[in-house]
Nanobody, 122 residues
Framework: QVHLRESGGGSVPAGGSLTLSCAASGFTDNLYTMGWFRQGPGNKREGVAL???????TYADSVKGRFTVSLDFIGRTLTLEMSALRPEDTAIYYCALSTWYVSFNPDDFPYWGQGTQVTVSS
């Protein structure tokens, strides 16, 4: 059974930094995509960053230059380093997994973590 365990959320002032981690277990595929999505109050779930087992990464335009995603494909851990945080980054951040190469469409990810809250104060 696939399990995703997120950690690292919290509250920071604007301009601060946080690092989120997601550890995946319960699958043996060596080709997969892990991603971070977020959902703010009253908003739809949106993609933030993806890591692929071939080394590629993808970012939403809103976080480029501020967030860095890295995938340890052997350890099956996805890390999101967030800096220069803004109040609009406030959201619940979810880790997701697909055992294929996919894009930012949440419907392409069958496996999800419980989410971790990130709050950025102005």
């Amino acid at each position: 059974q696939v399990h995703l365990r997120e950690s690292g959320g919290g509250s920071v002032p604007a301009g601060g930094s946080l690092t989120l981690s997601c550890a995946a277990s319960g699958f043996t595929d060596n080709l997969y995509t892990m991603g971070w999505f977020r959902q703010g109050p009253g908003n739809k779930r949106e993609g933030v960053a993806l890591g692929f087992t071939d080394g590629r990464t993808t970012y939403a335009d809103s976080v480029k230059g501020r967030f860095t995603v890295s995938l340890d494909f052997i350890g099956r851990t996805l890390t999101l380093e967030m800096s220069a945080l803004r109040p609009e980054d406030t959201a619940i951040y979810y880790c997701a997994l697909s055992t294929w190469y996919v894009s930012f469409n949440p419907d392409d990810f069958p496996y999800w973590g419980q989410g971790t809250q990130v709050t950025v104060s102005s």
